[in-house]
């Protein structure tokens, strides 16, 4: 369900061209000494490193082998999911406007949601209980002339709720409102930035339960991945983004 291909390999004229019926390919660096080919890094759903890198389109994993079995044993068992994920990453232009691969992501991650893989998966899942955060799940503070944001769920790699948009939106309320704010910085807290919707609040009596409750307001958001949490600045259309793995920040333009 996966061709792998060594990242420092010359180009195979022989390989299926990259389609949502090929195999996603995943390149892996085996030699740190050279640089990767960049044919494959740019060909390549993504590239497997188990050295450090700043690289947006390489993860940097313990076992490169290990990460091969697993994604192996993803694509196999759920081979729509694989497809749609790896055609988003093939999209996806790392170096420019981030709107369009939100839009990207969003329409992928509402088709998967629709589909029989996510029925599957919820079904054998089964029954689950919203966790009561210990803190305020985002925490924000004015610093000078920025507003820190911060996403304060580390224990479930800062997963978005109603609670944290609820949170959100009020520091963005903040930010639009005060006009002597030139910066809004969002982190995540721990190892994640943020890892999208938090499924625990998918189940469908949750959501008809949400849309049904006193003082429910519509709000146009998103879901992303990795950079799955990367959609919640969506809200802000009038705004200059800058993202990178650990946080996103944005200064209004002229017409906020």
């Known amino acids: ?3 792998v291909v060594d990242a420092h390999s010359p180009p195979d004229p022989e390989l299926p061209p990259v389609t949502s019926l090929a195999p996603p390919i995943v390149a892996v660096i085996t030699d740190t000494d050279r640089p990767p080919s960049p044919y494959w890094l740019g060909l390549a759903s993504f590239t497997l490193t ?3 890198t700043d690289d947006p389109r390489c993860v940097r994993v313990d076992s490169i082998d290990d990460s091969l079995a697993v994604i192996e044993s993803g694509c196999t068992r759920m081979p729509i999911t694989a497809a749609t994920t790896a055609d988003v990453f093939r999209v996806v232009n790392t170096d420019g406007d981030v709107r369009p691969a939100l839009v990207t992501e969003s329409l992928a991650y509402s088709t998967l949601q629709s589909g029989p893989e996510f029925a599957q998966w919820m079904a ?3 029954p689950t209980r919203i966790a009561t955060d210990p803190e305020e799940p985002v925490v924000y503070e004015r610093d000078g002339d920025a507003l820190r944001i911060l996403f304060n ?6 997963a978005f709720t109603d609670a944290m948009r609820i949170r959100l ?3 963005l309320t903040v930010a639009q409102l005060d006009t002597s704010i030139t910066d809004v910085e969002i982190r995540g807290a721990g190892r994640s930035f943020c890892s999208g919707g938090d499924l625990a609040e998918s189940a469908p009596s949750r959501i008809r339960q949400r849309l049904t409750s006193p003082g429910h307001d519509t709000v146009r958001h998103s879901r992303s991945t990795p950079s799955a949490g990367a959609s919640a600045p969506a809200a802000a259309p009038s705004c200059t983004a800058r993202s990178s793995a650990a946080a996103w920040r944005w200064r209004p333009t002229a017409d906020a």
Do not use: D, F, Q
Not at 153 to 158: D, M
């Open 153 to 158: 769920r580390p224990y479930r790699h800062n």
């Open 124 to 126: 054998e899942r089964g």
């Open 169 to 171: 939106l009020e520091a």
């Open 50 to 52: 188990e050295s450090p």
């Open 1 to 3: 369900m996966i061709h």
